[in-house]
């Protein structure tokens, strides 16, 4: 009976890179170094677009956790998600608009 293994975020990302550098590794040579099975390392393959973006904004929320911290929030009383975001974005009244054309001359 095999055993099940996921890989965190910054191993896939790990794996899409070994894929992509200039002597990109098989699927075969993926599931060698990764111990995952061939439709797993296809999968995060076929996935790598998505799985970039949120590794960078994974990396963003770090950022903002590091802000925290230096600010003498503790990790129990900061947390960086998406919720506290967008809950922050609707409290501020912070939208993201572009104006064109004549509209831009208009309070």
Avoid: P
């Avoid at 802000?67 to 609707?90: D, P």
């Amino acid at each position: 009976m095999s055993h099940r293994k996921a890989l965190t975020l910054e191993e896939k990302i790990a794996l899409i890179k070994d894929n992509q550098n200039a002597h990109g590794l098989s699927v075969c040579e993926l599931t060698d170094n990764y111990k995952i099975s061939k439709s797993s390392a296809a999968n995060i393959r076929r996935r790598s677009e998505e799985l970039l973006a949120d590794y960078s904004s994974n990396c963003n929320k770090e950022k903002a956790r590091q802000v925290a911290e230096q600010l003498g929030y503790t990790s129990e009383t900061f947390k960086a998600s998406n919720g506290w975001l967008e809950k922050f974005r609707n409290r501020h009244a912070i939208s993201f608009r572009t104006i064109n054309g004549e509209s831009a001359s208009v309070d």
